[in-house]
């Protein structure tokens, strides 16, 4: 019912910089969750950033504070993620997912994901 496509992905060296976009189509929510959740090889998923639809409430994985940021524009039902100060271990497949409430960093509860968008970071 909701679809997501994550694009912006690529190569880059340690300090630079990337910007992620999540587009969602289908039967999307005025209200709800959105965030992003990245995996490394052999990791599990981890959470980075969520945003609420509504009231734009940000939440960031500690490790990535201060250098990543969570945005959304509502009317075009996009978010974004702008990762600065990028370094190697940032590298991971990144995914976009949504719910219509509010769940948090817990991977479990989100109902609907893109299929990931890989970021690497070189040294």
């Known amino acids: 019912q909701v679809q997501l496509v994550e694009s912006g992905g690529g190569l880059v060296q340690a300090g630079g910089s990337l910007r992620l976009s999540c587009a969602a189509s289908g039967r999307t929510f005025g209200s709800g969750t959105m965030g992003w959740f990245r995996q490394a090889p052999g990791k599990d998923r981890e959470f980075v950033a969520a945003i609420s639809w509504g009231a734009g409430i940000t939440d960031y994985a500690d490790s990535v504070k201060g250098r990543f940021t969570i945005s959304r524009n509502n009317v075009q039902n996009t978010v974004y993620l702008q990762m600065n100060s990028l370094k190697p271990e940032d590298t991971a497949v990144y995914y976009c997912?949504?719910?219509?409430?509010?769940?948090?960093?817990?991977?479990?509860?989100?109902?609907?994901w893109g299929q990931g968008t890989q970021v690497t970071v070189s040294s």
């Open positions: 997912a949504a719910d219509r409430g509010r769940p948090g960093p817990h991977p479990q509860r989100y109902d609907y």
